[in-house]
């Protein structure tokens, strides 16, 4: 009986072995794939990217970085998009602002919805929360009507404000699960000890918590630059961020898909670049603190 | 007595910078709820005026509001199986001792942290319709395609779905992952001593235990395949033909496209509702699965 199931076993080993790999190669092609193609892209020629069957082998060319970075004119296939370094500073001024009004309201604000009991507690915790949840356009389009009013329109503060609804339910909640990780011990400690709340929060509670508040910094940072409809309608040419900019290259007459790549590119750089610092948070930051 | 009405009052001061941003968002939720009564052009500001619940009456009458509905239900209901069913899959496999799984995790996290509107481009780029996109230069070599992804009504849904499904699988699957890792020991080796086959082991042990992380999960790919739009807006605009039309877009184009706020907000309003209901419903589910798994 064994010397006949010794093959069979050895056969189902191998098999199951292969299908592990092929699932292993198939995800990382998955995953990889588009970036390796949108790479290859923005180092195209305008005739390379449209060539029939898709070429694997050209000419490398620098033209769609230098088009998107300095709008050279090149030919007919000149950068009608010079603004795209306007549109990085944009999103740098935009979510850094939108992160440090979140955090400066959000920490006390956390602090005593995670430390304090009060009425309305809950309530009051899951009306932000609720703001993840609801279809922007239920607020851009009273937005837009309010902002084009009082003269918020395309302007940097405006924008921050309503990034406000991405920014601070987000840094509420996951300040939040950071606090409520902080033994209640080590706060009663410095009670005793005389410190005052305000002692306890400054000397105790963020020296505690500081790695907490740096990757929700960093993740708030990241939530924002991922803003797409707030900035689509709330913003002009002056303000606009890099991923309302990056649909600029997409006109009536002619999409510039080489220099859209290198756009995609390099406006997705700081979240590769930033996501490697957090990566063990990035789950709990999109579940809202939900899961740790 | 002194120090005690200062602790009471103490939490409401800690709130009151956040409460006033909070106001700040209520404003222009209740604007715009009252925006949904009236009639509002933009263009035409002489025209407002309250009609009630005439904007959700009219809305009701016409057909592309059954089809958005429809869309938007369906969509996340497809959407939810499918990236669900494979996020599983994925932790399973990353779960199981395979080399490189550290990287491999890494890995997904890109896609998880891209915006939505450049994922829906670097796609737009390989899924275009001649010879020339990539998916159908490689779909050619197994003797499909071409295949006019974006552009044809009977592909547009199924395109979207891809996209979205690339950015949002790494999300469920790091969630199901998690799951997998926190769970505890004794079942399985119980199941070891009765010799249990390991489709029987999955079935009876792994997913009910795993079930609060599934429905966690799938909580939140509901809330946002409801509510998707960076990445139709950025592909085909609700086409072709209103093709890929879901409430959101639909809600957008009354207000941007042709300036009836009042209509675009009774739209919106439409499917705050539908979303308020859905999370409701599946918030409830996932804590009587957290209850049930624990006790």
Same mark, same amino acid.
């Given at each position: 009986?064994?010397?006949?199931?010794?093959?069979?076993?050895?056969?189902?080993?191998?098999? %199951?072995?292969?299908?592990?790999?092929?699932?292993?190669?198939?995800?990382?092609?998955?995953?990889?794939?588009?970036?390796?193609?949108?790479?290859?892209?923005?180092?195209?020629?305008?005739?390379?990217?449209?060539?029939?069957?898709?070429?694997?082998?050209?000419?490398?060319?620098?033209?769609?970085?230098?088009?998107? !970075?300095?709008?050279?004119?090149?030919?007919?296939?000149?950068?009608?998009?010079?603004?795209?370094?306007?549109?990085?500073?944009?999103?740098?001024?935009?979510?850094?602002?939108?992160?440090?009004?979140?955090?400066?309201?959000?920490?006390?604000?956390?602090?005593?919805?995670?430390?304090?009991?009060?009425?309305?507690?809950?309530?009051?915790?899951?009306?932000?929360?609720?703001?993840?949840?609801?279809?922007?356009?239920?607020?851009?389009?009273?937005?837009? +009507?309010?902002?084009?009013?009082?003269?918020?329109?395309?302007? $940097?503060? %405006?924008?921050?404000?309503? $990034?406000?609804?991405?920014?601070?339910?987000?840094?509420?909640?996951?300040?939040?699960?950071?606090?409520?990780?902080?033994?209640?011990?080590?706060?009663?400690?410095?009670?005793?000890?005389?410190?005052?709340?305000?002692?306890?929060?400054?000397?105790?509670?963020?020296?505690?918590?500081?790695?907490?508040?740096?990757?929700?910094?960093?993740?708030?940072?990241?939530?924002?630059?991922?803003?797409?409809? $707030?900035?689509?309608?709330?913003?002009?040419?002056?303000? !606009?961020?890099?991923?309302?900019?990056?649909?600029? !290259?997409?006109?009536?007459?002619?999409?510039?898909?080489?220099?859209?790549?290198?756009?995609?590119?390099?406006?997705?750089?700081?979240?590769? +670049?930033?996501?490697?610092?957090?990566?063990? $948070?990035?789950?709990?930051?999109?579940?809202?603190?939900?899961?740790? | /007595?002194?120090?005690?009405?200062?602790?009471?009052?103490? @939490?409401?001061?800690?709130?009151?910078? &956040?409460?006033?941003?909070?106001?700040?968002?209520?404003?222009?939720?209740?604007?715009?709820?009252?925006?949904?009564?009236?009639? *509002?052009?933009?263009?035409?500001?002489?025209?407002?005026?309250?009609?009630?619940?005439?904007? *959700?009456? &009219?809305?009701?009458?016409?057909?592309?509001?059954?089809?958005?509905?429809?869309?938007?239900?369906?969509?996340?209901?497809?959407?939810?199986?499918?990236?669900?069913?494979?996020?599983?899959?994925?932790?399973?496999?990353?779960?199981?001792?395979?080399?490189?799984?550290?990287?491999?995790?890494?890995?997904?996290? /890109?896609?998880?942290?891209?915006?939505?509107?450049?994922?829906?481009?670097?796609?737009?780029? /390989?899924?275009?319709?001649?010879?020339?996109?990539?998916?159908?230069?490689?779909?050619?070599?197994?003797?499909?395609?071409?295949?006019?992804?974006?552009?044809?009504?009977?592909?547009?849904?199924?395109?979207?779905?891809?996209?979205?499904?690339?950015?949002?699988? @790494?999300?469920?699957?790091?969630?199901?992952?998690?799951?997998?890792?926190?769970?505890? *020991?004794?079942?399985?080796?119980?199941?070891?001593?009765?010799?249990?086959?390991?489709?029987?082991?999955?079935?009876?042990?792994?997913?009910?235990?795993?079930?609060?992380?599934?429905?966690?999960?799938?909580?939140?790919?509901?809330?946002?395949?409801?509510?998707?739009?960076?990445?139709?807006?950025?592909?085909?605009?609700?086409?072709?033909?209103?093709?890929?039309?879901?409430?959101?877009?639909?809600?957008?184009?009354?207000?941007?496209?042709? *300036?009836?706020?009042? /209509?675009?907000?009774?739209?919106?309003?439409?499917?705050?509702?539908?979303?308020?209901?859905?999370?409701?419903?599946?918030?409830?589910?996932?804590?009587?699965?957290?209850?049930?798994?624990?006790?």
């Amino acid at each position: 009986m064994a010397t006949a199931c010794a093959p069979t076993s050895l056969v189902r080993k191998w098999t %199951g072995r292969l299908l592990v790999s092929l699932a292993v190669l198939l995800l990382v092609v998955w995953t990889a794939f588009p970036f390796f193609w949108i790479l290859l892209t923005s180092l195209k020629q305008p005739l390379d990217v449209i060539a029939a069957p898709p070429k694997l082998v050209f000419e490398p060319t620098t033209d769609n970085y230098l088009a998107i !970075f300095i709008g050279q004119k090149r030919g007919q296939y000149s950068s009608t998009r010079p603004d795209f370094p306007r549109f990085f500073l944009n999103s740098i001024v935009i979510s850094c602002g939108a992160v440090a009004l979140s955090f400066l309201a959000g920490v006390p604000a956390s602090y005593a919805l995670a430390r304090h009991s009060f009425r309305f507690k809950e309530p009051i915790a899951f009306l932000f929360l609720s703001f993840r949840f609801a279809p922007f356009i239920t607020f851009l389009i009273p937005l837009y +009507i309010l902002f084009q009013r009082v003269g918020l329109y395309n302007t $940097y503060s %405006g924008l921050i404000l309503a $990034y406000q609804l991405i920014t601070l339910p987000f840094t509420i909640w996951m300040l939040r699960s950071f606090f409520m990780e902080i033994p209640l011990e080590v706060e009663e400690a410095a009670k005793i000890d005389g410190c005052s709340w305000w002692g306890i929060l400054t000397k105790v509670i963020l020296p505690l918590s500081l790695p907490g508040m740096a990757v929700t910094v960093i993740l708030g940072f990241m939530f924002s630059w991922n803003a797409f409809n $707030y900035p689509l309608m709330l913003a002009g040419r002056q303000t !606009f961020p890099v991923t309302v900019g990056a649909i600029q !290259f997409i006109s009536y007459e002619q999409v510039l898909w080489g220099q859209m790549a290198a756009a995609s590119l390099v406006s997705v750089l700081p979240q590769l +670049i930033l996501s490697l610092f957090v990566q063990k $948070y990035i789950v709990r930051g999109l579940t809202m603190g939900a899961i740790k | /007595m002194r120090s005690r009405t200062h602790e009471a009052v103490l @939490p409401y001061i800690l709130l009151l910078p &956040a409460f006033l941003l909070l106001v700040g968002m209520l404003y222009p939720f209740c604007l715009g709820l009252y925006y949904s009564l009236t009639s *509002y052009y933009l263009q035409y500001p002489h025209l407002f005026r309250f009609v009630g619940l005439g904007n *959700y009456l &009219a809305l009701a009458k016409e057909p592309l509001f059954a089809y958005s509905l429809k869309f938007t239900l369906g969509y996340a209901a497809i959407g939810v199986i499918v990236q669900v069913g494979l996020g599983l899959g994925v932790a399973l496999l990353l779960h199981s001792r395979i080399v490189g799984r550290g990287v491999l995790r890494a890995m997904m996290l /890109m896609p998880l942290m891209m915006p939505p509107v450049i994922t829906a481009l670097m796609w737009k780029i /390989m899924m275009a319709s001649t010879k020339s996109g990539i998916l159908n230069h490689l779909l050619s070599f197994l003797g499909l395609g071409p295949i006019n992804w974006l552009g044809s009504v009977d592909s547009a849904m199924v395109s979207i779905l891809i996209i979205d499904t690339w950015g949002n699988l @790494p999300f469920v699957a790091l969630i199901l992952l998690g799951g997998l890792q926190s769970l505890p *020991y004794e079942p399985y080796e119980a199941a070891l001593v009765d010799g249990a086959s390991g489709w029987n082991v999955f079935r009876f042990i792994t997913l009910p235990l795993l079930k609060p992380f599934i429905v966690l999960a799938a909580t939140f790919r509901v809330m946002d395949a409801l509510r998707i739009f960076d990445v139709i807006y950025a592909t085909t605009v609700g086409g072709p033909a209103d093709a890929t039309m879901n409430l959101h877009m639909r809600a957008f184009f009354f207000a941007f496209q042709w *300036y009836q706020m009042g /209509m675009g907000m009774a739209y919106a309003m439409v499917l705050l509702a539908l979303v308020f209901l859905a999370s409701y419903f599946l918030m409830g589910y996932w804590k009587r699965a957290a209850e049930q798994t624990t006790t």
